[in-house]
């Protein structure tokens, strides 16, 4: 049973910082991409950063770039997402997904699973 946990979210100022983890368990990650995803209220869930867990290649939205992080830490089975200079605008609920099939990672329904998400509030 693959069980994916976020933690980290809360509230924050514009152009402040958040880093969120999420752990998984219950599978050997090697062979798969892990990614963050964020729904704001009213608006469809999009793809944040992506990251293929054995290769260490990551892939990012636009929106993000520069600004985000996704790493992974192997020894904890845990991934991350480091949030620098946040936007109200992303203010959403992130969740952490898993696909064994490396495709098309930023379409979220190429992923398996998926975590209960964590909620990022960044106030004006």
């Known amino acids: 049973q693959v069980q994916l946990v976020e933690s980290g979210g809360g509230l924050v100022q514009a152009r402040g910082s958040l880093r969120l983890s999420c752990a998984a368990s219950?599978?050997?990650?090697?062979?798969?991409?892990m990614g963050w995803f964020r729904r704001a209220p009213g608006k469809e869930r999009e793809f944040v950063a992506a990251?293929?867990?054995?290769?260490?290649?990551?892939y990012y939205a636009d929106s993000v770039k520069g600004r985000f992080t996704i790493s992974r830490d192997n020894t904890k089975n845990t991934m991350y997402l480091q949030m620098n200079s946040l936007k109200p605008e992303e203010t959403a609920v992130y969740y952490c997904?898993?696909?064994?099939?490396?495709?098309?990672?930023?379409?979220?329904?190429?992923?398996?699973?998926w975590g209960q998400g964590t909620q990022v509030t960044v106030s004006s």
């Open positions: 997904a898993a696909q064994y099939s490396a495709s098309y990672v930023e379409l979220g329904r190429m992923y398996d699973y």
């Open positions: 990251i293929r867990w054995s290769a260490g290649s990551t």
């Open positions: 219950g599978r050997t990650f090697s062979s798969y991409t």
